[in-house]
Structure formats: structure tokens, C-alpha cells
């Protein structure tokens, strides 16, 4: 693939690397931004290479960002993982270097960048960057750090490879990153523990979920719900999945209110494409699993009539 070629031209080119991903960052975000990383400071160790955004505590056992000088963008390559839209890249500083590439696996609405690697059949960026690894193998390494952030970044993507993104190559990707060191066992469980007030709020989804007529399900974690439960809305991605295991229910949302009292809208799917109705309400995604934003009690109303919409038609088709 010439992208590919165009990528590796850049990085043989450039001395200071700089990779950032998305605000708000999971931990394909991370695991693709450090992984790739990894790779390239075994790989290239007189370069500097750096990864910044916000540094999110959580993920830390992931990978640690770094603290940069603006000055340092200076001929330096940028390369953002993970990342449909320039607008939700994490650091503003993206554009200041001498050139940008972008490497992601979300449909390619915002093709910002020089270069640009969308593959919207990866179920992972971490995925791509292995795939960047492999392809040029004999040039580059894949040491044991490299391989767990990848290994996080699939895991996390793929939910322990059960959501339909999830191919044959994602497996023997993960099995190859395990056969480099991953430790995938241990990596599975620290993406699975939770908290205890977490615990509760789980409790609180199921107990307060909804089902419309044509088994959409919704609930709303409100400001005043998060702060009985201790919870910042950053720290509600867990109970995300916890709808779709509900064998009746196709497709959900949950809607977690923001400081400011609008919602962010978390959509899922395990039937119709959600990322229409996603792109409708200042957002978008993959076809199961997009977000949005909801300005108040009437959008909400809005967009659970638009969930139930799909999922009646979805049920029409089977
Ligand atoms: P989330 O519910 O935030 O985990 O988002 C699920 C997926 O939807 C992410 O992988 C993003 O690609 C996409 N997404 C979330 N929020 C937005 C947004 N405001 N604009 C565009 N895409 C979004």
C-alpha cells in the first residue's frame, strides 16, 4: 500500500515525532498513540519521540504522557491515532508541525492531515499499527511495551473481541502481540475491573433502563445521580456495554450530563447502524458505536424516537 510507504518516508525523514490521539481518550486511543510509539523508539532510538494530550491517570498503566515545549513542533512529523475529526484531537497544537499524518479506523468523514491512513475494517487503530509494524518488519522492532499498549488498544475496542467488529486478522493480531510479550491475561482483567461506586451505578442502569416499543433501551445518569454515586462522567465508560447484554434489547443510548447540563450521548448497537442518527445530533462514530450530543430533555426525547425508529425498521428487515 503506498500510504504505507509515504508513512515510513516521513518517519526515516524526521527526527522529532510527535503522536497525539483523541480527547477523551479509551484505550484504543492510548494504546495505538504509545504503541506506536514503542515501536519507534526501538526502532529509531537516536529520534525523539513524543506523546501527548491530556494525561488520563486511569490509563497510565497503558502508557505516561509527555510535556512538550510548543517550540518543539518545529520540523517535527505529527501523527494522530485513533482520530475521525480534527476537532476532537487532544493538544491544539497538532497543526504547528512540519507535517501530519493521520492514522485511523473510523469512517473518513474529516481526512485532515498530509497523509492519511483510514481503514474503516480495522476494529482497532492498535490494530493498523501493527499491521504499519508488520508491513515493515524487517526495518522495525516490536518490543514487549509496544505489544501490551496494542493488545490494551484491541481489547478495548473489540470488548475482549465480542463486538461484530472484531475479523480473523484481529485475532491473529492479538495472537501475534501475545506471542511478542503481550500480557494478555493480565491486560483482559485490568480493563475489566471496576470500582465499587461503579459497581452501584451498574446497579443503577439496570434498575433504571427503559425499553421503548421496538426494544430500544435508555437511561439517564443526570449530574445529581454521578455525584450520589462519586462519579465524574469521565469515569462512566463501564457501564456503556451494560444494556447490550440484555438479550431483548438491540440497539441503546446512555446520555451523561456535563458540567454545563447538556448531555453526551453514548450510542450502541448490536442491530441497526446508530452513526446517521449519531452525525444528525452533533456527533458521529462507527455503525455500532457512535456519540453525540443532546442540548436538553428535548433532544434526548428526540433521539430515543430516532433509536426506536431504526430499530423498528431494523426489525422490519430480519
Ligand atoms: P463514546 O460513546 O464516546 O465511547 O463514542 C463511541 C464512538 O463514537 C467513538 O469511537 C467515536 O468514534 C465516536 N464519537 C463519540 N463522540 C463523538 C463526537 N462528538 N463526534 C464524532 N464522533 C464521536
Redesign the pocket.
Request: aromatic letters at 0%; proline letters at 3%.
Given at each position: 500500500m503506498a500510504v504505507l510507504e509515504d508513512i515510513m518516508k516521513a518517519i526515516n525523514k524526521y527526527n522529532r515525532i510527535i503522536i497525539h490521539r483523541?480527547q477523551?481518550p479509551?484505550p484504543?486511543a492510548i494504546g495505538s498513540q504509545v504503541g506506536l510509539a514503542e515501536i519507534l523508539r526501538a526502532s529509531f532510538p537516536y529520534k525523539e519521540i513524543f506523546v501527548v494530550g491530556k494525561d488520563i491517570a486511569d490509563f497510565d498503566w497503558i502508557g505516561e504522557m509527555d510535556e512538550i515545549d510548543s517550540g518543539l513542533y518545529e520540523n517535527a512529523l505529527v501523527i494522530v491515532t485513533?482520530t475521525?475529526?480534527s476537532?476532537?484531537i487532544d493538544d491544539r497544537r497538532f497543526n504547528q508541525g512540519e507535517m501530519l499524518v493521520k492514522i485511523d479506523h473510523?469512517p473518513n468523514?474529516d481526512p485532515f492531515g498530509d497523509v492519511v491512513w483510514v481503514d474503516d475494517q480495522a476494529a482497532s487503530c492498535s490494530e493498523m499499527i501493527y499491521a504499519f509494524y508488520q508491513h515493515f518488519a524487517g526495518q522495525l522492532k516490536l518490543p514487549k511495551t509496544a505489544a501490551d499498549a496494542l493488545y490494551a488498544g484491541i481489547v478495548g475496542?473489540t470488548g475482549r473481541f465480542l463486538y461484530p467488529a472484531t475479523t480473523p486478522k484481529t485475532m491473529l493480531v492479538a495472537g501475534a502481540l501475545m506471542a511478542a510479550g503481550a500480557d494478555a491475561s493480565a491486560i483482559s482483567r485490568r480493563e475489566d475491573v471496576i470500582t465499587m461506586p461503579l459497581a452501584k451505578l451498574s446497579a443503577f442502569v439496570y434498575q433504571n433502563l427503559k425499553l421503548t416499543s421496538h426494544q430500544a433501551a435508555y437511561v439517564v445518569l443526570s449530574a445529581d445521580v454521578l455525584k450520589k454515586f462519586g462519579l465524574t462522567e469521565a469515569g462512566t465508560?463501564a457501564v456503556?456495554p451494560l444494556p447490550g447484554k440484555i438479550d431483548v434489547v438491540s440497539a441503546w443510548v446512555?446520555f451523561v450530563q456535563q458540567d454545563d447540563g447538556h448531555y453526551?450521548?453514548?450510542?450502541?448497537s448490536k442491530g441497526p447502524a446508530i452513526?446517521g442518527l449519531?452525525?444528525n445530533h452533533?456527533?458521529?462514530?462507527?455503525p455500532m458505536?457512535?456519540?453525540?450530543?443532546a442540548a436538553d430533555e428535548a433532544e434526548m426525547k428526540q433521539i430515543i424516537q430516532e433509536l426506536d425508529q431504526l430499530c423498528q425498521q431494523w426489525q422490519e428487515k430480519e
Open positions: 483523541h477523551r479509551d484504543d485513533d475521525a475529526n476537532p476532537r473510523h468523514d475496542d465508560s456503556v446512555i453526551r450521548v453514548r450510542l450502541r452513526n449519531a452525525k452533533r456527533g458521529g462514530g462507527h458505536a457512535s456519540g453525540a450530543k
